[in-house]
């Protein structure tokens, strides 16, 4: 795991273990070629991306996989076929490091979760403020 304090993404990447860094740094252009106007923020100490100011996706490295978060019921379900080979934990889809990025699978999920970021705050302008 990244130490705390870090202020970019490439610090970040740096931080990790050399083996690691080609699949994160595959990782990170995936999902930049796929939300090119997303803010990179460290959040949580991971790499997040943000549309408009809301949070669409985070990344992070670990010893043997890295992860995407958060994957909700609907994206779940809608690329269950596509995830089979990867370990799903409550929020979180794990790939293993040893293995070649899915980097097109995770250009979808991205674009995914812009829709489905897209539709929360569609709700929430639709949800009238309690007082």
Same mark, same amino acid.
């Given at each position: 795991?990244a ?14 273990? *050399?083996?690691? /860094? ?7 252009? =995936? !999902?930049? $070629? ?5 803010? *990179? %923020?460290?959040? @949580?100490? !991971? ?13 992070? &490295? ?9 994957? &909700? ?6 690329? $269950?076929?596509?995830?089979?080979? @990867? ?13 070649? %990025?899915? %980097?097109?699978?995770?250009? /979808?999920?991205v $674009?995914?979760?812009?829709? *489905?970021? =897209?539709? /929360?705050?569609k709700? /929430? ?7």
């Open positions: 795991m130490k705390s304090g870090l202020k970019t993404v490439d610090d970040y990447i740096a931080s990790q273990p *050399e083996a690691a /860094r080609p699949a994160l740094t595959q990782v990170r252009n =995936a !999902i930049r $070629k796929a939300l090119p106007a997303a803010e *990179e %923020v460290i959040s @949580y100490n !991971i790499p997040t991306y943000k549309l408009d100011g809301v949070m669409v996706i985070y990344f992070a &490295g670990w010893k043997q996989h890295y992860s995407l978060y958060p994957a &909700g019921a609907r994206l779940l379900a809608t690329f $269950k076929d596509e995830l089979t080979a @990867y370990q799903i934990n409550k929020s979180t889809i794990r790939f293993q490091l040893s293995a070649p %990025v899915p %980097v097109k699978l995770i250009q /979808r999920i $674009k995914f979760r812009v829709t *489905e970021a =897209a539709d /929360r705050q709700t /929430r302008a639709k949800t009238p403020t309690k007082r």
